[in-house]
Every structure is written in structure tokens, then in C-alpha cells.
């Protein structure tokens, strides 16, 4: 079962080659499947304030009640996942709790984290993250969770539950909708 409200939701990896890393996921570690799209440059992009222009490609998939995200940046836009590439390699980038996004922000402002990267979904939900690596190594990623987007999740969760660990480890996004009821 998906995380509740105020568990941490969301693990993310950045990596330099998103096509091993869903090897290394699935084979090694049994999360899966992991549904694979493009994401392109998203409207209001800001990195530590500044306007960027950030693409990436992205696998989501679950491991028990946790979502996987890894995510390969595919152009050279100034970004948090670039930072953290350059200077630590690949890896345990953000965390996600499962929160409102309005608490979450006072909460992590309140505790003087500054937001490392923002945006919003062409859908409309806004996303950041926050810069807490001086206290966990990593960021701490904010989203608007819409109906839509829980909905796309419990596909998912449902995609892990029903998947066998071997078969199709690796699938377009637009292969989701095939777990609907």
C-alpha cells in the first residue's frame, strides 16, 4: 500500500544512464515495473531563483509502498540534478514526503532550507526542491498531488503488486493505463 499522509513517499536517483539504472532496479533490487517517459522543459523553471530550461528522462516504479523515481537529466539547463552529479555522482538525490504542499513549504522555509528548483506540471501542480543537504545529503521534493497524479500512482502500485519481478521490467508511461479497472 502507497505511503500515507506525512511518510516519506518518494526516493529519487539521479543517474548519468537511465537505461542501467532501471537494469540495476529491477534486476538487483526487485522494484518494478517502471513505467519510462520524456519530460520536457516544464513552464517557470527556477533554479535557486534563476530561470532554467530543464529536460530529463524519468522511470517511475514502486518498491513495496515506496515510489521510485530515477531521472537523467538530457540537457545541459542549470539544475540541482547537475549539481548533485558533479559533485557527488550518482545517487539518493531527493526525498518526497507526502504532504500539502502549502504546510510542507512554510515548514522547510521556516526551517531556513532554501528552494533549490522550481516548476509547475503543464497540468498546473507545482513542484520544488529543497535544499536540505546540509542535514541529510539530499533534497527534499515538494509536489502538488492532484486526483490525477494519485491516480497515476495507484496504477503503478498496482502495476508492482501484479508484476512477477521478471516479466517487462521496462515500460512506456503509456503503457499505464492498462491497469485501470
Known amino acids: 500500500?502507497?505511503?500515507?499522509?506525512?511518510?516519506?513517499?518518494?526516493?529519487?536517483?539521479?543517474?548519468?544512464?537511465?537505461?542501467?539504472?532501471?537494469?540495476?532496479?529491477?534486476?538487483?533490487?526487485?522494484?518494478?515495473?517502471?513505467?519510462?517517459?520524456?519530460?520536457?522543459?516544464?513552464?517557470?523553471?527556477?533554479?535557486?531563483?534563476?530561470?532554467?530550461?530543464?529536460?530529463?528522462r524519468v522511470g517511475f516504479?514502486?518498491?513495496?509502498?515506496?515510489?521510485i523515481e530515477l531521472l537523467q537529466q538530457t540537457n545541459e539547463g542549470a539544475s540541482p540534478f547537475r549539481d548533485f552529479l558533479e559533485e557527488?555522482?550518482?545517487?539518493?538525490h531527493h526525498v518526497m514526503p507526502r504532504c500539502d504542499f502549502e504546510d510542507g513549504y512554510r515548514k522547510l522555509s521556516a526551517a531556513g532550507?532554501?528552494?533549490?528548483?522550481?516548476g509547475q506540471m503543464p497540468s498546473g501542480e507545482r513542484f520544488c526542491l529543497f535544499d536540505t543537504r546540509t542535514v541529510n545529503g539530499a533534497y527534499v521534493e515538494l509536489m502538488e498531488l492532484s486526483d490525477a497524479m494519485l491516480g497515476s500512482l495507484s496504477l503503478m502500485e498496482k502495476a508492482h503488486a501484479n508484476w512477477d519481478g521478471v516479466t517487462d521490467p521496462i515500460r512506456p508511461m503509456s503503457r499505464l493505463a492498462e491497469f485501470a479497472d
Do not use: K
Not at 557527488?88 to 539518493?92: D, K, M, P, S, V
Open 61 to 67: 516504479g514502486f518498491s513495496g509502498g515506496v515510489l
Open 113 to 118: 532550507h532554501e528552494v533549490a528548483y522550481a
Open 88 to 92: 557527488h555522482g550518482e545517487g539518493l
Open 1 to 56: 500500500m502507497m505511503q500515507s499522509e506525512g511518510a516519506i513517499i518518494e526516493l529519487c536517483h539521479v543517474t548519468r544512464n537511465l537505461d542501467a539504472a532501471l537494469e540495476h532496479w529491477t534486476r538487483d533490487l526487485g522494484a518494478g515495473p517502471f513505467f519510462v517517459f520524456d519530460v520536457p522543459v516544464l513552464p517557470g523553471q527556477l533554479h535557486y531563483g534563476r530561470p532554467t530550461e530543464v529536460s530529463m
